[in-house]
């Protein structure tokens, strides 16, 4: 290593040789030995915790290539000269550091003295724009202003005012089409309107009026153009089969809103759908439908029940087909009321037909066919009475009364025709047949009875109803049956007449046994024919008694009283008396059954 003069001194090959000993025995002089020192620090070094001397031997083992006396005695010389050239070139790089520093500086010392013109500018420039600064600022400030008010204005407009594609929907051409988009606009009309009362309980009450009353005026532009072409609409509603659209729909729900023009355009509907009414009841009488299928109504004129029926079946098909379309036209509409508009309208539009209906019916009802299909033509009329009512209910007063008319027309010239029947029976009264049976007259008016009463069990009348009428016509067939029997068997004796009433009786007992509501009345024929038969056995008792002889022997019996004493103590009532008698009695019985034999 080297030592303080710079020189490298040589090291020993052995420490005793150069007085170092690591035994005990070592003296003070060697260990105040400089080098001696030196040699213990260095071996005594730990170079794996020194890096710093790891570092240093590594860098010596990249030029400390040859080991050799000359190298180890140059090895000083040779890391000053390596540190020197090192120094060196760090000074050569420093030099150009500097020297780019030193320009970086003027380079930066330029720049420092033009912000420092530049800032003494701008604060003379601001000092000379202060003013212009502060209205600057003021400006902006009112520009944020009028921005947040233009929003505001526009969102005022979009809540407030229609735009001019929805103002032009709304007015419209005169003719013009109706769409969706302009319920849209309408809608968007009566919101406005409602949301504007909100202005009028702030201070913008004006602004609130004025809107309020723009969209009013709207409004009523947009129900009279609405109004207009719903009327033109139903106009063209004059086809048999109606279809109405989902926008004229619409538009019914809208007019709910104005009671006027929704009363106007339903008059309007139910006046185009009378006149097609009407056109397809004259074309079923006397055209038939398309094709010739079905046959005109009038060619079955000829048959009166027929007649009748498929005319009254026509109606209730149109009176059924006529409500659904209201109530397809009306589907929407929420307003109260609706049902009995519907039946109103259905009234009107029907009311057309009852003239030639009435005629036509009159003219079968009078023509009179007949009791039984008078009879049948009544219930008819009543069932459809009742299924029409139930259709339309109680408004549409017109048709209900023309059939009704017809119904009680029918009913009387029916009564009418029994009471005409009844009388003959009573002018010219039959006597009674020989066999005691039932007459002629009364088994044709029994065959009427039958008849009538079939086609009344037959009916579709309401129960109730036919009850009545049922009364009615056992009143008028009955009691004069029962009254010409009477005057009939009077020149008769009394078994013969009970004989005679008592077939007569049976005989209607038995008609009146197959129908319904005949209890009370078969309950009344019973009473009599147990009468009759009463008095029949009567006088057969009474005949044969007086034929034996007994007659004075059974009134004996009945009038005698237990304080008379006894029956055999009386005259002719002994045993031989009786036994004789009930013999004369034996023989009469028999000669009365051969004679009948």
Not at 202 to 207: E, H, L, R, S
Request: glycine share 6%; hydrophobic share 40%.
């Amino acid at each position: 290593m080297a030592d303080a003069s710079g020189e490298v001194a040589p090291v020993p090959s052995s420490g005793p040789a150069n007085g170092l000993s690591n035994g005990a025995g070592a003296t003070p002089t060697q260990s105040n030995n400089p080098l001696s020192r030196k040699l213990h620090k260095i071996l005594e070094t730990r170079l794996d915790n020194d890096k710093e001397m790891l570092e240093a031997l590594k860098a010596l083992s990249t030029f400390f290539v040859e080991n050799s006396l000359r190298t180890r005695r140059n090895l000083r010389g040779d890391i000053e000269r390596r540190s020197l050239a090192i120094n060196e070139e760090f000074v050569n790089i420093f030099k150009d550091v500097k020297e780019e520093l030193e320009s970086i500086n003027e380079d930066v010392q330029a720049m420092s003295n033009c912000c420092q013109d530049m800032t003494s500018r701008l604060q003379a420039a601001k000092e000379q724009t202060q003013d212009l600064i502060i209205k600057t600022t003021k400006l902006q400030a009112e520009s944020q202003r009028l921005e947040i008010r233009a929003q505001v204005a526009d969102a005022f407009l979009s809540k407030f005012q229609l735009t001019s594609d929805e103002m032009g929907l709304l007015r419209g051409t005169r003719g013009g089409p109706i769409t969706e988009d302009f319920f849209k606009a309408l809608g968007r009309v009566k919101q406005i309107h409602n949301d504007v009362k909100v202005l009028l309980r702030t201070n913008q009450q004006t602004a609130g009026l004025e809107i309020m009353e723009q969209m009013a005026l709207l409004q009523e532009t947009a129900y009279e153009r609405l109004y207009r072409w719903a009327q033109s609409e139903c106009r063209t509603l004059t086809q048999e089969s109606c279809d109405v659209s989902a926008v004229l729909t619409q538009a019914m729900e809208a007019l709910q809103d104005r009671p006027v023009l929704y009363k106007y355009t339903l008059d309007e509907f139910g006046t185009a759908r009378r006149s097609t009414v009407v056109r397809g009841f004259i074309d079923a009488l006397t055209r038939g439908g398309p094709g010739g299928t079905p046959r005109p109504i009038e060619m079955h004129s000829h048959d009166p029940l027929r007649y009748v029926g498929d005319m009254l079946a026509w109606l209730h098909q149109a009176t059924a087909s006529e409500k659904e379309h209201l109530e397809a036209l009306l589907k929407h509409v929420t307003a109260q009321g609706v049902e009995e508009n519907i039946q109103e309208v259905v009234g009107h539009i029907t009311e057309g037909v009852c003239r030639p209906l009435k005629v036509r019916i009159e003219q079968v009802i009078l023509a009179e066919p007949g009791a039984v299909l008078l009879y049948k033509i009544s219930n008819l009329l009543k069932f459809y009475h009742h299924t029409i009512s139930g259709i339309v209910g109680n408004s549409a007063a017109t048709l209900l009364t023309t059939i009704e008319e017809m119904h009680l027309l029918s009913k009387k010239i029916f009564f009418n025709s029994l009471s005409l029947h009844a009388s003959k029976l009573m002018d010219k009264v039959e006597l009674p047949p020989p066999d005691l049976g039932p007459s002629s007259a009364l088994n044709q008016t029994l065959t009427l009875l039958r008849e009538v009463l079939a086609s009344h069990d037959s009916s579709v009348v309401p129960l109730d109803a036919r009850q009545a009428d049922f009364v009615q016509v056992l009143s008028c067939v009955l009691d004069p049956l029962l009254q010409m029997c009477t005057v009939s068997a009077s020149n008769l004796g009394t078994a013969d007449m009970a004989t005679f009433m008592v077939n007569s009786l049976y005989m209607m007992k038995t008609t009146l046994a197959l129908f319904e509501f005949t209890d009370r009345r078969l309950e009344m024929l019973q009473f009599q024919i147990e009468a009759h038969l009463d008095t029949l056995i009567n006088e057969q008792a009474s005949y044969v008694l007086t034929r034996v002889g007994l007659s004075y022997i059974y009134n004996t019996v009945q009038q005698h009283k237990p304080e008379q004493g006894s029956l055999a103590s009386l005259p002719n009532l002994d045993s031989v008396a009786l036994k004789a008698a009930m013999g004369a009695d034996c023989k009469a019985v028999y000669r009365t059954g051969l004679q009948s034999l």
